[in-house]
């Protein structure tokens, strides 16, 4: 998931697509300790878009949306 992505989605969107994501990391882990997965560097990937989304949602929260570009 892009940063232009991210910033396109509203804040409940955004915390939709944050379980999803978790969820999906959870899912692959489980996978990946059972057997090996195909291609283990969508976890890194995945993480990243979690952290991606957090810090848009924490930005969201701290900025007020007057300010909001």
Known sequence: MKNS????LSTEELSARLA???ASLT?????HT???I???SRIAKIKKDIARLNT???K???VP???TI
């Open 65 to 67: 949306a007057s300010e």
């Open 27 to 31: 899912k692959l882990k489980f996978a």
């Open 56 to 58: 848009e949602i924490t």
């Open 20 to 22: 999803e994501e978790k």
């Open 5 to 8: 992505e991210i910033l396109e």
């Open 34 to 36: 059972v057997s090996a």
């Open 60 to 62: 969201r929260k701290t």
């Open 38 to 40: 195909e291609n283990p």
